[in-house]
């Protein structure tokens, strides 16, 4: 398989896996389209990059192909990966249901804080007073995130009750989808980590296919759930999925390539040989730091709280400082 040889390479490659993943969900707001809807064209073009990669790049220069590293791994490996792959996306699913909810400024950070917190966890705590630092930064911009939410939903002058009563509704449906996001995410890193890495590794190809199949099964499976009961509104059908238009489902696939490639540079940056592997600070600030600019497309780019209080605009941007401190905190915990 094709894996990268130098330190710039890999860095590169981490740079790649900040933009894919910092602006992937980009196309969840301009398909303006319901999210049970848009995850089944998501699955797909996650699933197809993750097969074409494989049988192309996994197959190429001097390491083991991808079909040598499952027969190596053997089944644990596979079965972790696709077990991973099943937990992480119902945590994504509902990740992109927030966002239709409440926005890109505020599921990330109310969900990918508890994911983070729960990763670097299981990654091994390094330093307890700046893995403890960070936790508490990472509570509090979730915390301050899901506040912002709530003020932003204050009914304005003049609206119906029942339009108050839907904003308001929105909003707490958002920061609680929000949370079981996170926690569900994060619980399936310790998987994803058993799968990949070590001598009996699925490594970066064959560990993102064997993930995406599991994640395209998830897909079809909790699909199947939330299109019955409406979570963003009424039930929907795959009669409303083959309805939409081919922008819409374009997008969706776009969304899901867009995620994998990411994915696969953040693991091929990790694939490279120890001597030229960036250390594991930079791995962190570039990978975790794409909530930062998901938060940054959402308030700058979609302009999500533009006529929101000045009270919900101070906590969201706060929550922002709270992530980034926390992201820096523990990314260096492990050098201190």
């Known amino acids: 398989m094709l894996v990268p040889s130098t330190h710039q390479a890999a860095l590169l490659l981490l740079l790649l896996a900040f933009v894919c993943l910092g602006s992937w969900t980009n196309t969840v707001k301009i398909a303006k389209w319901r999210f049970e809807l848009y995850y089944l064209d998501f699955a797909i073009g996650a699933l197809g990059l ?66 983070f917190l729960i990763g670097a966890y299981f990654q091994g705590v390094g330093s307890p007073m700046l893995f403890a630092a960070g936790a508490i930064l990472l509570l509090v911009a979730s915390a301050l995130a899901a506040g912002a939410a709530r003020v932003r939903s204050t009914p304005k002058p003049g609206m119906t009750a029942q339009a108050a009563k839907t904003r308001r509704s929105r909003a707490d449906k958002g920061i609680v989808i929000g949370v079981i996001a996170g926690v569900s995410i994060g619980l399936s890193s310790p998987l994803t980590a058993s799968s990949l890495w070590g001598d009996l590794g699925l490594g970066a190809y064959a560990g993102l296919l064997m993930f995406s199949i599991g994640l395209a099964v998830s897909a079809v499976f909790f699909d199947l759930f939330f299109m019955s009961i409406g979570i963003e509104g009424g039930r929907v059908t795959f009669g409303t999925y083959r309805a939409g238009s081919f922008r819409q489902h374009g997008l969706g696939i776009a969304g899901g390539v867009l995620w994998a490639v990411g994915i696969l540079a953040s693991l091929l940056a990790q694939s490279t040989p120890n001597a030229e592997l960036p250390a594991q600070s930079t791995l962190i600030l570039f990978v975790q730091g794409a909530v930062l600019l998901n938060m940054a497309w959402g308030l700058l780019a979609w302009k999500e709280f533009s006529v929101a209080p000045k009270k919900a605009v101070t906590w969201i941007v706060a929550a922002l400082i709270c992530f980034g401190g926390a992201l820096a905190l523990m990314a260096f915990r492990l050098r201190a």
Do not use: K
């Not at 499952?70 to 992109?96: D, E, K, T, W, Y």
């Not at 950070?109 to 508890?114: I, K, N």
């Open 50 to 115: 993750s097969i074409l990669t494989a049988f192309t790049l996994g197959t190429l220069g001097s390491e083991l192909s991808f079909n040598d590293r499952i027969a190596v791994a053997g089944l644990r490996s596979q079965a972790f990966a696709l077990a991973a792959g099943f937990l992480f996306n119902l945590g994504n699913m509902l990740l992109v249901a927030a966002v239709s909810l409440a926005g890109m400024a505020i599921a990330f950070p109310v969900a990918l804080s508890l994911a």
